[in-house]
């Protein structure tokens, strides 16, 4: 058991090694740190992870059943290694959904097109600026 959780371990790193070889190249800037950027990348990391473990279970619980023989032990560990699999996959899919949903929620608005009308004169659209119309000349409230 031990030596097929070793194998399964070391099967992931080797998927898992690109990722991290193909990395941001290091820029000159200090880098910024924002809590919900890093906790973001943890998630879509461990999100990552579980999607290949549930996935590569998924394939050992089909390999199981293929090579069963008509076994109903076999069978049934197969089936009951498939349904974990899928388990893994919806909880994966519902953890990301629920960190996604709720930094949506607690991270303010980035929306830079709330500037005052008054200061877009340069275009005729007033910048993309919601509320404003060009008249005469010059961005004005609608």
Do not use: H, R
């Not at 809590?35 to 619980?61: A, E, K, P, R």
């Not at 023989?69 to 994966?92: F, N, P, R, T």
């Not at 980035?110 to 200061?119: I, L, P």
Request: some cysteine.
């Amino acid at each position: 058991m031990m030596k097929k959780i070793f194998t399964i371990l070391m099967l992931t790193s080797l998927l898992v090694m690109p990722a991290i070889g193909i990395a941001d190249s290091p820029t000159n800037t200090a880098p910024t740190l924002d809590v919900w950027d890093s906790l973001n990348n943890i998630m879509n990391w461990v999100f990552s992870i579980i999607m290949v473990i549930s996935v590569i279970y998924l394939m050992l619980g089909a390999v199981t059943y293929i090579t069963a023989g008509g076994d109903a032990d076999k069978v049934k560990e197969a089936w009951q290694k498939i349904m974990y699999a899928l388990i893994g996959v919806g909880v994966a899919l519902l953890a990301n959904g629920l960190v996604n949903f709720v930094t949506t929620i607690v991270t303010p608005s980035s929306d830079t097109t709330t500037a005052v009308c008054s200061e877009q004169t340069t275009a005729f659209d007033c910048g993309g600026v919601t509320g404003c119309v060009w008249d005469d000349g010059e961005c004005k409230d609608e």
